[in-house]
Each structure stands twice: as structure tokens, then as C-alpha cells.
């Protein structure tokens, strides 16, 4: 039987009410420019298989007639983007351009590391298709892998398992909430 993704605001939780574990997403705090170059950027980091410099990611933006480099700036001041010293673009929410426990397969064959397993499994609905989870539990290192077709989970193994959730509401950098 197919399990929802979405959260079911009846629901009941042992530490929480279950409008405290709602939380807006990711692309509520971006202008629809900054989501434009969002999704570009995810789209160059699972091209290249990691790091994208943002002098490339200017470069590459330049069709989509927007002041990137300013947008850039917005983004990692928002903590949508996270990029080191050396001016690469290394996480841009949900995709990790560095490898994590948790590999993402879309259903057109592009494949990526997500952040977290939440992230995994949101990546369903961020790229709007299928998608597959290899995962690595963080607790006891045991194999997961979840499969998600028409925004339902049609198959979890092992069957038993459980997403542990952080109270993100309490967090500025959701990144190293993970």
C-alpha cells in the first residue's frame, strides 16, 4: 500500500503539536529570479558531479537574462547556497555537489547526492518526477532504500524504517542541522 509524502496535519506526534513540525519551504524565501537560478544551479551540479565555481555558474546563467551575480549573493545570505573560500557553490538545497549518505536517482537517469534524507525524498517534488533513494541510516549504518512514484513511497526497505525529523524552526542553517 502507498504511504503519502505529504504531511498529514491530523497527525500526532509524541514531542510536537503538528504545526510545529510544519515548516515553509526552501523556495518561499526566494524571488522567482532566484528560483530560476536555483534550479539552474541544481541542474549544473548534477551535470558536473560536484562543485560548481560561481564564476562558471555566471557564465552558464548568462542565457537566462538575470543579474546572477547579485542573485548569488541573496541566496547564500537566505542559506539556500553554501559555497567555500575558494568561490565554489558546494550545497544548493537539496543537492549536495559533495558525496553524502544519501544517493538520489530522478526517473530520467540523472543521479545526485542529497543533504539528508528528507532532502532525498523532497527531491520528488523539487525536480516533479520519480524518484529513487539509496540511503545509509545515520544511527545504525544499515541500507535504505525508498522509491517514490506520484508523490506516494510504493516501496521502503527495510519496511520498518522511520524518517527521524529535526525541529528545522529552531535553526538558521538547516545544513548543519542534518
Not at 548534477?46 to 543579474?67: D, F, K, T, Y
Not at 523532497?122 to 517514490?148: H, P
Request: hydrophobic fraction near 45%; include cysteine.
Amino acid at each position: 500500500m502507498a504511504v503519502s509524502v505529504r504531511v498529514v496535519e491530523n497527525a500526532e506526534f509524541k514531542n510536537y503539536p503538528a504545526e510545529r513540525l510544519i515548516i515553509d519551504s526552501i523556495t518561499s524565501r526566494l524571488t522567482g529570479e532566484e528560483r530560476l537560478l536555483r534550479l539552474h544551479l541544481l541542474d549544473r551540479i548534477i551535470e558536473i558531479g560536484g562543485p560548481v565555481s560561481i564564476s562558471s555558474l555566471i557564465r552558464s546563467a548568462a542565457p537566462l537574462q538575470i543579474e546572477t551575480d547579485s542573485l548569488i549573493h541573496s541566496m547564500m545570505d537566505k542559506r539556500i547556497i553554501v559555497a567555500d573560500e575558494a568561490g565554489n557553490i558546494n550545497f544548493a538545497y537539496p543537492v549536495s555537489a559533495l558525496p553524502t549518505n544519501h544517493k538520489v536517482t530522478l526517473k530520467d537517469g540523472r543521479g545526485f547526492y542529497a543533504m539528508c534524507a528528507v532532502d532525498a525524498m523532497g527531491a520528488a517534488f523539487t525536480f516533479k518526477q520519480d524518484i529513487g533513494v539509496d540511503s545509509i541510516c545515520a544511527d545504525c549504518g544499515q541500507k535504505i532504500s525508498v522509491v517514490i512514484e506520484d508523490e506516494k513511497i510504493v516501496n521502503l526497505h527495510p519496511e520498518g524504517s522511520h524518517v527521524m525529523h529535526v525541529d528545522l524552526n529552531n535553526a538558521d542553517n538547516w545544513a548543519g542541522s542534518c
